[in-house]
């Protein structure tokens, strides 16, 4: 999970193999990759390639292609009003409906350096999130020519893989998930494009 402040930190091996989507290659959640450690301890740096601070808030795994890893974020543009996924249990929904820019993030797989940050959309979210989760849920899916991310209600994006330019938006409308017949709760959106 990714939080304000908060460093992604990836185990060493990690930059072994693509892992272009969710779940990875074939959706199987399974790598071929050899060497990989089964445990790392970012305090410790134990089996840590590099750490990288990301601004905002993400649940999205990270993709893998190439020398690149891309991944998602939510920034609130009023840092104050910047919330954190909670882990407490319940089913309700965040009260954070302020200006969001909704990004998406290239990072050097070698070094953990940002390459390009580019932000996608900016607005009030069009609908709230779970307290667990965040406005930028789904992983992204690449083929390493182009990045697809998708945010919901906020819409679909496909980037340049190598340069971060947009090269097509798909506006999907409004899309409530919540409690049936019940408006008042709102859970965001998490299913990634693949």
């Excluded at 910047?82 to 407490?88: F, K």
């Excluded at 993030?105 to 350096?113: P, V």
């Excluded at 819409?155 to 409690?179: E, I, P, Y």
Aim: charged share 20%.
């Amino acid at each position: 999970m990714l939080s304000r402040r908060t460093v992604l930190s990836l185990p060493l091996a990690l930059q072994a193999a693509d892992w272009p989507s969710f779940r990875g290659p074939n959706a199987s959640g399974v790598s071929d990759a050899l060497g990989i450690p089964s445990s790392w301890d970012a305090k410790s740096g134990k089996n840590v390639a590099w750490r990288t601070a990301l601004p905002g808030v993400g649940h999205s795994s990270p993709a893998v292609s190439g020398s690149r890893i891309y991944l998602t974020s939510a920034v609130a543009t009023d840092p104050s009003k910047q919330l954190s996924p909670v882990s407490r249990a319940g089913i309700d929904s965040a009260a954070d409906q302020v200006s969001h820019t909704f990004r998406v993030i290239a990072l050097d797989a070698a070094s953990g350096k940002i390459v390009w940050d580019r932000t996608v959309h900016e607005g009030i979210p069009k609908i709230r999130r779970h307290t667990k989760a965040s406005h930028a849920n789904p992983t992204v899916a690449t083929d390493g020519r182009v990045v697809a991310a998708f945010f919901g209600s906020e819409g679909l994006f496909v980037l340049n893989a190598v340069s971060g330019k947009t090269l097509w938006t798909h506006d999907f409308g409004t899309l409530s998930l919540g409690l049936k017949g019940d408006r008042g709760s709102e859970w965001g959106f998490a299913s990634s494009p693949v």
